[in-house]
């Protein structure tokens, strides 16, 4: 079965640097995946998704990229802020168009 | 526009009790719905989707089900809690290439 793997120590870094989150996973490339941000307490909030032939994605201050030769996609925030502080998912399509499937998140923190 | 409303935000239930989590959305028709389950500190468990009214799939044998009576709302039951049954549990609707929707959660509390 697929298996999702995203780092789970907090990535900890200093405002206006670029935050560089990983996330990996086994067996088949998804056609789909996605990254989300979670506040706590609160519901993930959908980020960017990217598909199988895309190699990179972009909005705004965010970038995704996704190789499939290593298994693997980044997920970067340029020019981070104390306000991008959360936790980041990532979530595969699975082998049902109808299902996707979370890694358990990065937590990121921003000082100032 | 579309949202999905999730309640109660919190529940505390004794082992052993009935749980009935509702779901329901607007601004959309058909849509495939799903609860997960996020426990402290962990990813989120994918427990049931939904393509449609009465069809269910499960993902995870386990003290729960789920159902269905219409087709913008989305029912997660158990007939008797367990202390594992506590966590977060997520109502989602997916919003084709713009990802899921989820709700706004409900913290459950199994003593």
């Known amino acids: 079965s697929q298996k999702i793997e995203q780092n789970s120590e907090a990535l900890n870094i200093q405002e206006g640097k670029t935050a560089t989150l990983t996330c990996n996973y086994t067996?088949?490339?998804?056609?789909?995946l996605q990254w989300y941000r979670q506040d706590p307490g609160r519901g993930p909030v959908f980020l960017l998704l990217i598909r199988e032939n895309e190699k990179e994605k972009r909005k705004e201050r965010l970038k995704v990229t996704f190789d499939t030769t290593l298994k693997q996609s980044l997920f970067h925030i340029t020019a981070s802020q104390p306000a991008d502080s959360a936790t980041y998912l990532c979530?595969?399509?699975?082998?049902?168009?109808?299902?996707?499937?979370f890694g358990s998140g990065t937590k990121l923190n921003v000082k100032p | 526009s579309q949202t999905i409303h999730q309640w109660p935000a919190t529940l505390v239930q004794p082992v052993g009790s009935p749980l009935s989590l509702e779901c329901t959305v607007e601004g959309t028709s058909n849509p495939n719905l799903y609860w997960y389950r996020q426990a402290a500190g962990r990813g989120l468990q994918l427990l049931f989707y939904?393509?449609?009214?009465?069809?269910i799939s499960s993902e995870v044998p386990q003290n729960l089900s789920a159902s269905r009576p219409q087709d913008r709302q989305f029912i997660l039951s158990s007939k008797k809690l367990l202390l594992s049954d506590s966590g977060f549990y997520l109502c989602a609707w997916i919003a084709g290439p713009y990802g899921y929707t989820f709700g706004s959660g409900t913290r459950l509390t199994v003593v």
């Open positions: 979530a595969f399509q699975g082998d049902n168009f109808n299902k996707f499937y």
């Open positions: 939904s393509v449609g009214i009465g069809q």
């Open positions: 067996n088949y490339s998804p056609a789909y």
